[in-house]
């Protein structure tokens, strides 16, 4: 798989955000981080074969993902408040998040599904009182991420 160039990606509005069921809040969000995936590589070698070793991987741990969301008065964010209460209160609540990089031009460059995800935090803001827009933050824990096969057109 080919990598994009650097500046290619999330750069001014060269992302969107797909949640099911808090389509008015994915609108507003700005940034988006992920955690590094670790895979642990594991010496596998078999016999006393002092010339060569064999690794091989384990099963890869996913980190914390991170949406930062633009509010203001009439943007409150009670789509994800609402997920992340549910949450709380012990309902079974997962949700697949899709992420879509746009290249410049606008096109579909790459797309990862961040699935099985498990809101973890909701770090609510404050919006000030002459309006200005304030961010809210939202943490989730994917089970697994998978890059949509075929999403790396770049024209």
Known sequence: ????????ILTGDNFT???PGCEQSAKDVV??????IEIEIKDVTQGNASQWR???GSIPKYGYARFVFRVNQDTQCKDIEAWMNSARDGNDVRKDITV???SRNGNLARTYN???????????????????????ELVVKPQYIEIVPGSNNMT
């Open 114 to 136: 961040l699935m099985v995800c498990m809101p973890c935090s909701y770090n609510a803001g404050t919006v000030g009182v002459d309006g200005e827009s304030a961010t809210v």
């Open 100 to 102: 879509n990089l746009m």
């Open 17 to 19: 955000v797909e949640i």
């Open 54 to 56: 064999q690794l091989g």
């Open 31 to 36: 940034s988006f981080d992920c955690d590094p």
């Open 1 to 8: 798989m080919a990598n994009l160039p650097h500046d290619e």
